[in-house]
């Protein structure tokens, strides 16, 4: 059976590492990155590269986005050499990075009228699950387009979850990335202020990881807090926007984040004191050293 043609945009350490999972299994994607090194081992392996997002659209049945803003999505929508311009009817956009569910819900009605489908898939775990085909996919969008690309979703995650209509992944994304990063930021200042208290960091993590508060997210702060290892993989800079999407996505709905809005607080706070590239964590130094 002829496999579809895949256009791939966003070749950093996610997306790569997801071209290299499908190369593997005999797709041969046409991609495009503004980082000519990331296309050059992609091409290396068989790919083809495109010259702008129109002329990749034109050639690929799916096309496959891993980019990190809304605003980047949009422009490669839109702009005069965009997806827009060049997508077949018949053909799918999918979107695995983490965007605004009303944005996405807008280019999803653009796209239909070209006759062409989207589905939003943001992703979970890490790029090394990337590389394995083995992420976690909160897909969703028009069941019928979904089962159109489940396949190939399948290839590039472990669990596949579909979630309805379009824009309930991405909505299901931030909500997540809101719950762990605030989880990260209060566990966080909660060793800054032993620390300033006299109460010793690791006395402290032995008390609460005997309770409800034991968890993934508490080892990854007491990996900082206490023994110096910055293991959680996911930058103070990608937190502070995905927040601010939390915040702009509960305003769309009528509402108010007034937790949110503290943690995005916080981590914009970091972000303009330099620490923008280190992992969530690390905003433990930035509680650390704050006064009045």
Known sequence: MTKPVIGFIGLGLMGGNMVENLQKKGFEPVVMDLNQEAVNAVLARGAKQAKTAKELAEA???????LTTSTVVEKLVYGDDGILAGIKKGAVLVDFGTSIP?????????????????????????????????????????????EKVKPILEQQ????????????GHTTKLINNFMGMTTVCAMSQAFAVADRAGVDRQQLFDIMSTGPSASPFMNFC????????????????NANKDLGYFIQMVDDLGSKAPIAEGTSAGLQAAYDAGMGNGNVPEIFDYYLKLEK
Do not use: Q
Not at 112 to 138: C, F, Q, S, W, Y
Not at 157 to 168: D, I, K, R
Not at 222 to 236: H, Q, T
């Open 222 to 237: 007491k990996n900082y807090a206490v023994d110096g290892v910055s293991d959680l993989g996911f930058s103070i800079a």
């Open 60 to 66: 690929s049945d799916i096309i496959m986005l891993c």
């Open 157 to 168: 995650g472990e669990n596949v979850f579909y979630l309805g209509a379009l824009g309930a």
């Open 102 to 146: 009303a944005s996405t819900r807008k280019i999803g009605a653009d796209l239909a009228e070209k006759g062409a489908g989207m589905v939003d898939a943001p992703l979970g775990r890490t790029p090394a699950h990337a590389k394995d085909g083995l992420l976690n996919i909160m897909a969703s969008g028009d069941k019928e387009t979904f």
